[in-house]
């Protein structure tokens, strides 16, 4: 079969697949979002095995969800960010402290070594923004103070995994910790979120005349997806999920007197793409590896 028709078909199965997972979801009162990884669990290598992860899935995957925290961002303002930044601070640090504590906890009592047992630890902490995104978005709670909390705490423990990352992966290497290297990661890591928070809004707020275009309907949304993407690519080349880049140019994107229309420009664009996201996680789930004896 030709590359392309295979491409296409898989595509096919996988976008039919997460909207029919997405309305029983929805029919039994819970959020699509669920519909659509078992949906990928089913059609993935545990299942059927109609579609596996690629390229081409795993690039749709990945626009989706950068999509879906960039609209995310859109329905959040950086004053909102800010006033909740302590209490999301706190919630960041215990999401990534408490989870690590219990994954180190379990694996030393199960015998583990030192290095094997932190590396456990860090994988109790991984989480995914997007999932968590779109869960808010669906009860309607973005702009409510639990969802401004909960968002900017993402952000906190996205910056905490990278650098607990960092010290898992050089004590498994047998290497030591690196504490001016974590330091400037850290501070680099830092400095990109608190630059496009405060550069960001009033940039756009001044830029906002210059995005309307007669001649060009969509120019808002295209200029304002562009600074998303270059923000997701810079974001990712430093360290951070480029997720974490698209929901800040989203948040300074909500500065615009445009905002509303980029929001309803956004829509079809999502409806297509960010289904993508769910079932490519669901197909990452080995069913198998949860049954077995190790299965933490």
């Known amino acids: 079969?030709?590359?392309?028709?295979?491409?296409?078909?898989?595509?096919?199965?996988?976008?039919?697949?997460?909207?029919?997972?997405?309305?029983?979801?929805?029919?039994?009162?819970?959020?699509?979002?669920?519909?659509?990884?078992?949906?990928g669990m089913a059609l993935g290598p545990s299942g059927l095995g109609w579609v596996a992860s690629g390229e081409s899935l795993d690039t749709l995957a990945e626009l989706g969800a950068v999509l879906l925290l960039f609209s995310v961002g859109l329905e959040t303002r950086a004053s909102d960010l800010r006033r909740v930044g302590r209490v999301a601070t706190y919630v960041g640090v215990a999401g990534v402290a408490l989870p690590f504590a219990l994954g180190v906890g379990w694996a030393i009592s199960a015998r583990f070594g030192t290095a094997a047992a932190m590396f456990v630890g860090a994988a109790f902490v991984a989480t995914s923004a997007g999932i968590t995104a779109r869960v808010l978005a669906e009860l309607g709670i973005v702009d409510r103070l639990?969802?401004?909390?909960?968002?900017?705490?993402?952000?906190?423990?996205?910056?905490?995994?990278?650098?607990?990352?960092?010290?898992?992966?050089?004590?498994?290497?047998?290497?030591?910790?690196?504490?001016?290297?974590?330091?400037?990661?850290?501070?680099?890591?830092?400095?990109?979120?608190?630059?496009?928070?405060?550069?960001?809004?009033?940039?756009m707020r001044r830029a906002s005349p210059y995005l309307e275009a007669p001649v060009n309907p969509l120019s808002p949304l295209t200029l304002v997806l562009a600074g998303c993407l270059g923000l997701a690519a810079a974001a990712s080349q430093i360290g951070l999920a480029a997720i974490i880049g698209a929901f800040l140019a989203g948040v300074a994107a909500a500065e615009t007197s445009q905002r509303h229309t980029i929001e309803l420009q956004t829509r079809p664009i999502m409806a297509f793409l960010v289904p993508f996201f769910f079932v490519a996680t669901g197909t990452k789930v080995v069913l198998g590896h949860l049954a077995g004896p190790h299965a933490v």
């Open 146 to 203: 639990e969802g401004r909390v909960i968002l900017g705490a993402a952000v906190i423990d996205d910056i905490l995994a990278m650098l607990l990352l960092g010290v898992v992966t050089a004590l498994l290497r047998g290497g030591g910790v690196n504490a001016i290297g974590l330091a400037l990661v850290l501070l680099q890591a830092v400095a990109f979120v608190a630059v496009v928070l405060l550069v960001g809004p009033p940039a």
């Open 1 to 39: 079969m030709h590359d392309v028709t295979h491409v296409l078909i898989v595509l096919f199965v996988a976008y039919v697949g997460a909207q029919l997972g997405a309305e029983v979801a929805q029919r039994l009162r819970m959020p699509a979002v669920v519909g659509e990884i078992c949906a």
